[in-house]
């Protein structure tokens, strides 16, 4: 009589501590299958799959230093191409005030005008219709750009 429990513990230890190994390394297994594994070797599991963007392309054109003076500068680089949905972004590099004004837009697309712009002021435009965009500024009639919109 006394032998009985102790032949109930063996039981347990010999049955169900295996059992709750296999459990666990089966549980281990099943989040390395889902990706977990990849916190481990450092993988970034949240990464953008590649060829997805988030935003439009940003093209950055410079009013440069001199260029209110000097009328062999212009914006830098006069002529840009981008894919519908892209923005430029004028940036006054120089001591004195510019404008990128438009003067001629595709049909069915806004006109813009920055007004003035002293030095390190920043004016953006998202282009949204394809075609070509005219502009110049409204101070010096040496600075004129362009901007080709695609797709
Ligand atoms: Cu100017």
Known sequence: MESA?????????ILVIPILIVLAVGAGIGLAGLG????VTGSNVFALPSGTTS???????SMPNGVGTNQTLNFVPVNV?????????????????????STSVP????????????????FTYT????GTYQYICAYH??????VTVTG
């Open 127 to 130: 282009f949204t219709v394809g």
């Open 36 to 39: 977990i594994y990849q916190v």
């Open 141 to 146: 009639a040496w600075m004129h750009g362009a």
């Open 81 to 101: 191409t981008l894919a519908k949905g892209g923005t430029v972004k004028w940036t006054n590099n120089d001591p004195t005030p510019h404008t990128v004004t």
């Open 55 to 61: 935003t439009g392309q940003i093209v950055s054109v």
């Open 5 to 13: 429990p102790s032949k109930k513990k063996d039981y347990l230890q």
């Open 107 to 122: 049909s069915g697309a806004q006109s813009f005008d920055s007004k003035n712009m002293v030095q390190g002021s920043i």
